[in-house]
C-alpha cells in the first residue's frame, strides 16, 4: 500500500503491546490495496462469507451470507462481487448502498484457511453488490476448528426471526455458552468496518449479569499482532457477534458496547489469554431462515491445549 494501513486506535495496541516499530515496516506489505491471485482464486471458491457492517447507529454487526462456490468472484484485482443479499431484517440490508463500507471474512474452516477484504461498495442491484478493495490481507490459521461444510439447500421452513435484548434469553445464552467458534464485528470512525473470526475451547465465551444485561468474557489469544479487531474497539468501543449452530444451521447476531481488559487477575486466570474483551450485550437478532448449510464435528485446533477454560 502507499498509505499506513493502521489507524490510532491499532497504533495504541501495537504500542502497548511493543510491536509497533516492526509492524510500521511490515503492514504496507503484506496489506494491500489490491487481492492477489490466490486470494481472488480462495473467496471463488466458498460457500460462505462472513460481512461486518455499521447501522444508523453506529453499531457493528456480523453477518453471514451462503451461495454455491462461484457465488462471489472477482472481476479485477480491486473488486470482489458477492451474488447474494440479506434478508430483510438482518442489519446489513440497510447498509447496502453505494458507498458504504463492509468488511469481508473469506474463511475455510477444513483447511483453516482464512482471508480478509475491507472495501466501500460501488454498486448494489437486485442480485447482490460489488466492493472496492481498499485493504486485502491474509490472517494465520490459529484457534480454526476443523469443520467441513455440507451443503444441504433451502429446505429448511423459515420462521419469524426473534429478537434478543439487552439480557439473553436461555436459548441465545446455551447457544454461546457451548460455543468454540464466533465471529466479530468492529468499526474505527473514517476508517471503515471489519469482521474477524475467534476461537476456543467450548465454553470460551463467559456469560454474566451485570445489572440486568448479559455480559460476555472471551479470552484475546496471540495472533498477528495487527489488532484489526481490539484497535478499532479502542477506537470505538462496540462490537457484534455472530454465533452458528452448526446442527441446525441457525444463526444469532448480537450488538453491544465493548471494552479491552489489558492486565490483572482476571487475564491471569485464564491460560494463553493476553487480553480480554468484554461486550455488553444491547440487541440481538435470531436469523428467520437457518442456513443451508451443515457441518461435521469440529477438529480441535492444536493451539487451544496450551489454552485455559473459565
Not at 490466490?38 to 473467496?43: A, L, M, N, P, S
Not at 453506529?58 to 447474494?84: C, K, M, N, Y
Not at 475451547?201 to 460476555?216: N, Q
Not at 487477575?265 to 443451508?292: C, D, H, K, N, T
Amino acid at each position: 500500500m502507499n498509505k499506513a494501513p493502521f489507524h490510532a486506535g491499532e497504533v495504541a495496541m501495537q504500542q502497548a503491546a511493543g510491536v509497533h516499530e516492526r509492524l510500521r515496516e511490515l503492514g504496507p506489505r503484506v496489506i494491500r490495496d489490491h487481492m492477489p491471485g490466490q486470494h481472488r482464486e480462495f473467496f471463488e471458491q466458498l460457500p460462505m462469507l462472513l460481512v461486518g457492517s455499521v447501522d444508523a447507529q453506529q453499531r457493528p454487526w456480523a453477518s453471514l451470507l451462503t451461495g454455491l462456490p462461484g457465488f462471489i468472484h472477482t472481476p479485477d484485482p480491486q473488486h470482489l462481487r458477492v451474488e447474494a443479499l440479506p434478508s430483510g431484517d438482518d442489519p446489513l440490508h440497510a447498509q447496502l448502498r453505494v458507498g458504504a463500507t463492509l468488511g469481508l471474512l473469506g474463511i475455510e474452516p477444513q483447511t483453516r484457511r482464512r482471508n480478509r477484504v475491507n472495501g466501500t461498495l460501488v454498486a448494489v442491484d437486485s442480485q447482490g453488490f460489488t466492493l472496492r478493495v481498499d485493504q486485502s490481507f491474509g490472517n494465520c490459521p490459529q484457534y480454526i476448528q476443523a469443520r467441513s461444510p455440507q451443503w444441504v439447500g433451502a429446505g429448511a421452513a423459515a420462521h419469524a426471526s426473534q429478537r434478543e435484548g439487552p439480557r439473553l434469553s436461555a436459548a441465545a445464552a446455551s447457544l454461546v455458552a457451548n460455543a468454540d467458534t464466533l465471529f466479530i464485528a468492529s468499526a474505527a470512525p473514517g476508517h471503515g468496518a471489519d469482521v474477524s473470526h475467534r476461537g476456543g475451547k467450548p465454553g470460551f465465551v463467559r456469560i454474566s449479569d451485570e445489572g440486568g444485561a448479559t455480559v460476555l468474557t472471551l479470552p484475546d489469544f496471540r495472533g498477528n499482532f495487527f489488532f484489526n479487531t481490539l484497535g478499532n474497539i479502542v477506537a470505538h468501543p462496540r462490537a457484534g457477534l455472530l454465533f452458528v449452530d452448526h446442527d441446525t444451521g441457525r444463526v444469532l447476531q448480537l450488538t453491544g458496547r465493548a471494552g479491552v481488559v489489558a492486565s490483572g487477575p482476571e487475564v491471569e486466570a485464564f491460560a494463553g489469554a493476553q487480553r480480554l474483551l468484554r461486550i455488553s450485550i444491547e440487541e440481538g437478532l435470531w436469523a428467520s431462515q437457518p442456513l443451508p448449510l451443515r457441518w461435521s464435528a469440529p477438529q480441535q485446533a492444536s493451539q487451544l491445549e496450551a489454552t485455559g477454560h473459565w
